[in-house]
C-alpha cells in the first residue's frame, strides 16, 4: 500500500499519469490502478478529477485530505528506516560533538565517560573551541550538537539549557586579601586576565563589567581557561570565570573568591539545527548529558 501511496502523491503534485509514469518508471496503466487502490482502500473515494474545461487533473476535497496525510505518512516511514539503520549501522556512524572551552574542558570529560560505557559501538569525534565558532561548525555541518555557554551566536539554533553555572571573581589569596568587599573602583585598577573575543566567558565578562561601571585600566588576553588559571594563581591579575573551572583550586586555597555585589549565573546550553531531525545516537548524548549535569556540585 504504501508504493501505491506514493504514486498517488506524485500524481497529485505533477497533476499528470503520463509525467508520474515515466518519473517511477511505471506504465501508465499501472500508474492508474494504484491510484484506483487507494480510492478503493479509502472508501471508495474519488480523490482525482479532471477538470471540464482544461482536462487538468485536480485533486477533490477527499484527495486533499489523503495527500496531506499521505504525506506525513510517508515522511514517518522515511525516518524510521533512517533511525533504523542508524540502529544497525551506529559503529560506523560517529558522533560528532562541538564544545566551547569552559565545556569542553571541566563538563565534557565525565559525560564521555558515562556515554561511552553505555554505548561502546559508538565512535565520538570532540572539537573545542569557542561559541562562536562551535556555532559557525554546526552551522556548516562539521558536527552533530554543539555545547556552549555563550549567550550571542551567529546562527538560529534550537537552544536548551541544561544546567545553570556560577560565574565568580578569583585571584590568588594574597590579592584576594586586599578586597574585604566589592569595589568597583579598586578592581578597574587591576590587571585583568580574559579570554578572547568569541568566547562565552568573555561575553559575560564584558556585561559584568559594564553592568557595575568597572573602568578596567589594564588587561590581559588569553584563549585557553588553563593558562588563565596559572597566571592568576601567580598573583598577576584577577578574572571572572565558570566556577566549574576553578572549583579544584578553589579547594585546595591555590584560588579565592573575591567578594561579589551580588549572585551571577548563565546557563550552559546544548544547540541543534532547528530543521534537522534528532538521532538516536545524539537523543542518547543528551539524556547522559542531562543526568550528568545534575549531579554537578560546586565548591561553597
Known amino acids: 500500500m504504501f508504493e501505491e501511496l506514493r504514486t498517488f502523491l506524485e500524481v497529485a503534485e505533477s497533476k499528470s499519469f503520463t509525467k508520474t509514469a515515466k518519473k517511477l518508471n511505471f506504465s501508465q496503466p499501472t500508474v492508474s490502478q494504484h491510484v484506483k487502490k487507494i480510492e478503493i482502500y479509502f472508501g471508495n473515494a474519488t480523490l482525482i478529477t479532471r477538470s471540464a474545461s482544461t482536462k487538468q487533473i ?4 477527499e484527495g486533499m485530505v489523503v495527500y496531506r496525510r499521505g504525506k506525513e505518512i510517508l515522511h514517518l516511514l522515511d ?15 560517529p558522533l560528532r560533538i562541538g564544545a566551547s572551552m569552559t565545556i569542553g574542558t571541566c563538563l565534557l570529560p565525565r559525560v564521555l565517560k558515562v556515554f561511552s560505557s553505555g554505548h561502546p559501538q559508538v565512535k565520538l569525534s570532540v572539537v573545542i573551541d569557542n561559541t562562536y565558532e562551535i556555532a559557525e561548525k554546526l552551522s556548516r555541518g562539521e558536527i552533530d550538537i554543539g ?7 551567529p546562527h538560529n539554533f534550537k537552544r536548551v539549557d541544561f544546567l545553570t553555572d556560577n560565574m565568580i571573581l578569583v585571584a590568588a589569596p594574597e590579592i584576594a586579601r586586599q578586597f ?17 573575543k568569541g568566547s562565552g ?13 568597572i573602568k578596567v585600566e589594564n588587561k590581559m588576553e588569553y584563549n585557553s581557561n588553563s593558562a588563565i588559571k596559572e597566571v592568576v594563581k601567580e598573583g598577576l591579575g584577577i578574572t571572572f570565570m565558570s566556577q566549574l573551572v576553578v572549583n579544584e583550586e578553589l ?9 561579589l555585589n551580588k549572585e551571577y549565573t ?12 534528532m538521532t538516536p545516537t ?3 548524548f543528551i539524556d547522559v548529558l542531562n543526568q550528568t549535569s545534575q549531579a554537578v556540585e560546586f565548591h561553597t
Not at 528506516?81 to 560506523?92: H, K, T, V, Y
Not at 579547594?251 to 573568591?257: P, W
Open 79 to 93: 525516518r524510521t528506516f533512517e533511525e533504523l539503520e542508524e540502529l544497525e549501522d551506529s559503529s560506523a556512524r
Open 147 to 153: 555545547l556552549i555557554e555563550g549567550k550571542e551566536i
Open 180 to 196: 574585604p568587599e566589592f569595589s568597583a573602583s579598586q578592581l578597574g585598577k587591576m590587571l585583568w586576565i580574559t579570554r578572547e
Open 266 to 277: 548563565r546557563k550552559l546550553s546544548y544547540i541543534l539545527p532547528e530543521e534537522k531531525t
Open 58 to 61: 485536480e485533486l477533490t476535497e
Open 201 to 213: 566567558t568573555e561575553q559575560y565578562l564584558k556585561g559584568f563589567v559594564e553592568s557595575n561601571c
Open 282 to 284: 545524539v537523543a542518547a
Open 251 to 259: 579547594k585546595k586555597g591555590e584560588l579565592v573568591k573575591l567578594p
